[in-house]
């Protein structure tokens, strides 16, 4: 029992464990260098976090939606299908590299690359378990919500720049529903920052040892499920890239890589929204003991997601007028509800506290 | 003083287009994502059928039906050579009329797969397109079993069928029809009845009675706007005239009483394909035809009720083994031209949805 105790603490305090031995290297462990060591190694984590979580999410996207529509999904390359992503990114880098000629070619080129930039700022705030947040920012959710609203700014970059009109009624598709749809997102998550008082990711998580606060929560989560789903461009709510109307939508010039780099950041975004879901709502990387925290942050990380296909590929679209209804009429009400609910919450519960 | 202007884009969707349904081409005018006007431009898929029939003997035009309406090809094949019977006076075995309707109507009900499964695709419900395509194998297979092909099927001919279904044929057909209420559940439960798709297709695109009557639009289309009109009923052909069926009639006049009569005709069809299996008697499938077929001098009009609507052939005979000229009257062909007048004012994604209910093919639009 003993052993087996000691073994569960070294494993979840495994990469604790591991960076103090890096620091333990430098002669003074707080010096510039041994931080700035340790900010690139955190930084090289992350990009690896949101590479890996696109090459499997890219086929579990595929599974699940041959699970849905009763149709095996990818099997052919590698045992049942696994190779199937490495074979696709190969294919992307063998592509030509095409610039339209109309387009605008800076803002074209440089779109994907920033689009790709985001999930790996926003992932990095995360705590992916006791004391593990690669850069630990008393502003946590404000400074998630802050970045993952640039990525409106790409996708009107690459819609303007792409010289197409399809890419630009994607464009502006875009900047109507991601803007419409920042303010129930961040309403919904203020109904947590006032209970806990803090915007510190790590803060959040700790307050949720006994309850999470999708239980305090419940319509908070939902509206965040909504808008979220609608910040990512997801079905439902991918207005932005619709095949059946507007092709594409911004990416229908881009091929090869800078199509991959769009793929990419669409997936690091998506894995980056449902970490701040279950961080937020589901307790992070609390959980019973018997397995470490990070394990229990990435299966919750892992539920969303799949919820998230699961909606993708059983939805039809919605159409534009029911989205901005949504957002504004519905959604932007429930949400300030709610954060009025929450205020009297608190109030009763000091009063009966005596606090 | 500046007056600040607004430009009309003008969007070019089509014939490479992922929801034009084929080679469909439409200049679209736009204020924003508003349509204010529709150009359709047709003749991608054009191939003369007319005219190629003019070098063709009679049997040999059969084949070429097919690749009119290909998701419903025998009705094609049985709107043609009933024609030519029609102009040669042969009268065809009772066995091969119920076949016939047999086919003709399991046609009907992997056409309104189609389109139910297109409509859904339009709108991005991917699952439900893949479920009607998934049902409509088995009618596939069981074209494949009698005809040897799936899709364009060529299973009549001048006088009778081509072949009589083997015995797996009749335990697959049981089995499918025991099968579909279950289908057409799914088909509810996983499009039909979701709030978003209602949204995207209730109140949308409105063909009123008096519209879709000045437009002479035939088929489900016109009977969700509420007239009761078909052929099988106003002018029974073949021997629809033994079997109780209904004609289902909406009064919605919008795209989702567009497609969901579909699913009101499955259950038509349904009935009465039972009705043939019970009633089918035994029997040759072919008439006594001469080998080289030449009808009489003369002219000939016949039109059967399509998945898509009324289809006719017009024949003019000289007495010789080539038609002198062949006319098609198309449903989709005529049905499509509401597409201007109905769409205007809506945003584009609605302009897809109503295109998607309208079940345009183009090989039949084209010709």
């Known amino acids: 029992m003993e052993t087996l105790n000691y073994l569960l603490e070294t494993l979840n305090n495994l990469f604790l464990i591991i960076a103090d031995a890096i620091r333990g290297l430098f002669a003074d462990p707080q010096s510039v260098w041994a931080n700035l060591t340790m900010n690139v190694i955190n930084f090289i984590i992350v990009v690896i976090i949101v590479v890996l979580a696109a090459l499997i999410l890219i086929l579990l996207e595929r599974k699940v939606a041959g699970w849905t529509s009763q149709r095996p999904g990818p099997n052919r390359l590698g045992p049942r299908g696994w190779f199937q992503t490495i074979a696709d990114a190969l294919k992307l880098m063998g592509k030509e590299d095409v ?37 630990n920012i008393d502003l946590g959710i404000l400074y998630f919500v802050a970045i993952s609203s640039i990525s409106t700014l790409c996708f009107l970059m690459a819609g303007w720049g792409s010289n197409n009109k399809y890419s630009l009624l994607g464009g502006m598709r875009a900047v109507a529903q991601m803007i419409s749809y920042e303010i129930p997102l961040l309403f919904s998550l203020l109904g947590v920052v006032m209970i806990t008082q803090s915007f510190n990711l790590g803060v959040i998580v700790e307050a949720q040892g006994t309850i999470p606060f999708i239980v305090l929560q419940p319509l908070a989560f939902v509206i965040f499920m909504i808008a979220g789903l609608a910040e990512l461009n997801r079905a439902p709510f991918d207005l932005v890239e619709a095949d059946q109307e507007v092709v594409a939508g911004p990416f229908t010039e881009y091929t090869g890589l800078r199509w991959g780099l769009f793929f990419l950041g669409e997936y690091g975004n998506m894995t980056a929204m449902s970490a701040l879901a279950a961080t937020v709502f589901l307790g992070g990387w609390q959980g019973p003991a018997f397995l470490p925290g990070y394990v229990w942050f990435f299966m919750k990380v892992g539920v969303m997601i799949f919820m998230m296909m699961w909606v993708r590929w059983t939805f039809p679209r919605i159409r534009i007028d029911h989205l901005m209804h949504l957002a504004w009429k519905v959604l932007l009400p429930l949400s300030i509800v709610n954060i009025l609910l929450t205020g009297l919450g608190i109030y009763i519960y000091r009063f009966v506290m005596g606090g | 003083m500046s007056i600040e202007k607004t430009e009309e884009l003008i969007l070019n969707m089509g014939p490479q287009h992922p929801s034009m349904h084929g080679l469909f081409r439409m200049v679209v005018h736009l204020a924003g994502e508003t349509v204010t006007n529709i150009e359709p431009k047709l003749g991608y898929l054009h191939r003369g059928m007319e005219k190629l029939a ?88 069981m074209y494949e079993m009698t005809a040897g092909s799936r899709l364009t099927v060529n299973i009549m001919r001048i006088g009778g069928m081509s072949a009589e279904p083997p015995e797996e044929f009749w335990p697959a057909l049981q089995s499918f ?87 009101d005709e499955i259950v038509e069809s349904i009935k009465i394909i039972k009705q043939a299996v019970r009633d089918i008697p035994g029997g040759p499938i072919m008439a006594k035809v001469p080998k080289v077929i030449k009808p009489p001098v003369g002219e000939v009009y016949h039109r059967v009720e399509n998945p898509k609507g009324e289809l006719g052939f017009y024949i003019v005979s000289d007495g010789t083994t080539k038609p002198t000229r062949l006319r098609i009257r198309p449903a989709t062909f005529i049905n499509l031209q509401m597409l201007p007048i109905v769409a205007k004012g809506w945003k584009i994604q609605d302009v897809v949805a109503i295109f998607a209910t309208l079940d345009a093919v183009l090989g039949e639009v084209d010709k």
């Not at chain 2, 006076?89 to 046609?107: K, S």
């Not at chain 2, 009761?228 to 909406?250: C, E, L, Q, T, W």
Request: net charge negative; glycine share 6%; hydrophobic share 40%.
């Open chain 2, 54 to 141: 003019e070098s063709r003997t009679y049997s040999q035009f059969i084949p070429y039906t097919d690749r009119l309406d290909y998701l419903a090809s025998p009705h094609n094949n049985w709107a043609y050579v009933q024609t030519v019977e029609k102009l040669m006076g042969v009268e065809i075995p009772e066995r091969a009329e119920y076949l016939r309707v047999i086919f003709g109507e399991l046609a009907r009900i992997a056409s309104h797969q189609v389109c139910i499964a297109s409509t859904a695709l339009d709108m991005a419900g991917w699952s439900a397109w893949s479920y009607a395509f998934r049902d409509r194998e088995r009618i596939c297979d």
């Open chain 2, 177 to 263: 029809l025991d099968d579909t209420p279950e289908m057409l559940e799914e088909y509810y439960g996983i499009f039909f009845g979701n709030e978003i798709a209602m949204g995207r297709l209730k109140n949308v695109g409105i063909l009123t009675k008096e519209m879709a009557e000045n437009l002479s639009i035939t088929g489900p289309v016109l009977r969700a706007s509420g007239v009761d009109y078909d052929v099988r009923k106003a002018d029974p052909y073949s021997i629809y005239d033994r079997f109780d069926f209904d004609v289902p009639v909406r009064t919605g006049c919008d795209s989702y009483d567009r497609t969901i009569i579909r699913m």
């Open chain 1, 99 to 135: 610039t339209p000629a109309g387009a605008d070619k800076l803002i074209f080129k440089i779109a994907p690359m920033i689009i790709f930039c985001l999930p790996m700022m926003t992932l990095a705030v995360i705590p992916y378990g006791k004391d593990m947040a690669p850069i």
